[in-house]
């Protein structure tokens, strides 16, 4: 073997805590504030684990170096998809407790909502909540089975036994339905 040839990177403990305490301190300055550090810091120290890149001591980088720019592109990865999944499912404020002397509002006076599309936006919406604009049946079984499959049209068509394009083409026309029922069931990237 060459000894200049790229070789995989041996994760000494000292390695690893150093990607773990890189990827914290980068969550902390990229990610939203509802993702927990300690969270991308475990999906960045499993993924060198799992996956070891390979080093190559002619490139006059040191190995810390080769980990703080993996890890780095790890958070980015990671804080662009919570803020991506935060955008398509925004949750709910808590309500603020009264302050002190005052009285809370009747039930009837907090929960008022002016249509029914605007209430489903603010609380999660259940499968039939979604359904009950549709007025097909069949069309409601494919939407069922297509949240049921988690969004993977490809098992949804597997289970029905139909091509996929047929089916991402049925689920698309009913796009305007699901729309109207306060769900988007289309990543942005997907939209036309």
Do not use: W
Not at 13 to 29: G, M, Q, S, V
Not at 92 to 118: D, F, I, M, V, W
Not at 135 to 156: F, M
């Amino acid at each position: 073997m060459n000894p200049s040839s790229p070789r995989e990177l041996e994760l000494t403990p000292d390695l690893i805590e150093f990607a773990r305490a890189t990827a914290i301190k980068e969550a902390r300055k990229r990610c939203p504030g509802f993702v927990d550090p300690d969270d991308v810091a475990q999906e960045a120290v499993l993924m060198l684990m799992r996956n070891p890149p390979k080093f190559d001591a002619t490139k006059n980088a040191s190995e810390k170096t080769l980990i703080y720019t993996i890890v780095l592109r790890v958070v980015l990865k990671y804080a662009v998809r919570e803020a991506t999944f935060a955008k398509r499912y925004p949750q709910e404020a808590e309500p603020t407790p009264p302050a002190a002397g005052e009285s809370e509002p009747p039930l009837s006076q907090l929960h008022q909502p002016k249509n029914r599309r605007a209430e489903l936006r603010k609380r999660a919406a259940t499968t039939e909540d979604i359904l009950d604009y549709i007025d097909n049946e069949e069309s409601k079984s494919l939407c069922r089975l297509v949240i049921e499959c988690g969004g993977n049209v490809s098992e949804a068509a597997r289970r029905l036994g139909l091509q996929e394009g047929t089916v991402r083409y049925r689920f698309k026309l009913l796009r305007s339905k699901l729309l109207a029922a306060g769900f988007d069931p289309f990543p942005p990237e997907e939209k036309s």
